[in-house]
């Protein structure tokens, strides 16, 4: 069965320090998303990327995040400056179409120390 | 803002009874979708619904829209320790792309 897969699935890092979560969609999908949710809490909508640009964002999502779709499969997340609140599971998402339904991966557990 | 509620928060039963978790919003949805995470792991997608009053059914689990698209309801017959985990309801508002998530329903299952 296709997949979301995400790297690395733990990642610890100093406040101020960038850091870049990776996803791989499903290769015939065309809408990717990320989501964070922070521990016991909802999952809450970050970015939605289709044809090469931002299609929405939340207010979560300030000038510090950054999405990129360097090549053909990859699709990242890039937080600049991190802050210890930033400390979450980030998932990344995709969907065939705008409407179906999302596919997960596993998630990044971000760790800002 | 835009607001997707659910209740109850958490629900402990025994296995073999019966589980209901609402989902409320405060404005009209085009549709909706249910997703379920077990403990350590990511949301999985369980169904959508789209049209006003549809019923789904997935074997134990009864999926309901109501009729003025602002509430839906997901019913499981006879629980089973394997349905432990956090349901959430996410509803799309318009024909935006987003789908805004409820915080999320736990259910605990005594064996």
């Known amino acids: 069965e296709p997949e979301v897969t995400q790297t690395p699935s733990h990642q610890v890092t100093q406040m101020g320090q960038e850091v870049i979560l990776r996803c791989v969609p499903i290769?015939?999908?065309?809408?990717f998303y990320w989501y964070r949710q922070i521990l016991g809490q909802k999952v809450e909508f970050l970015v939605s990327f289709y044809n090469n640009e931002i299609s929405e964002k939340s207010e979560i999502f300030d000038d510090q995040f950054s999405v990129e779709r360097p090549d053909g499969s990859n699709f990242t997340l890039k937080i600049r400056s991190t802050k210890l609140e930033d400390s979450a599971m980030y998932f990344c998402a995709s969907t065939w179409q705008m409407n179906t339904e999302a596919f997960f991966g596993q998630g990044t557990r971000l760790t800002v120390v | 803002g835009q607001q997707v509620m659910q209740i109850p928060q958490y629900q402990h039963v025994q296995e073999g009874e019966d589980f209901t978790t609402y989902c409320n919003s405060s404005?009209?949805?085009?549709?909706i979708q249910w997703y379920k995470q077990r403990p350590g792991g990511h949301p999985v997608f369980l169904i959508q619904l789209v049209k006003s009053g549809e019923v789904k059914k997935q074997k134990r689990l009864t999926f309901q829209f109501g009729e003025a698209k602002k509430n839906s309801s997901l019913h499981i017959t006879a629980t089973q320790t394997t349905d432990v985990g956090t349901y959430f309801c996410a509803g799309r508002i318009g024909n935006g792309q987003n789908f805004v998530f409820g915080p999320g329903t736990r259910l605990s299952v005594l064996p």
């Open positions: 290769s015939n999908h065309l809408y």
């Open positions: 404005t009209t949805l085009s549709n």
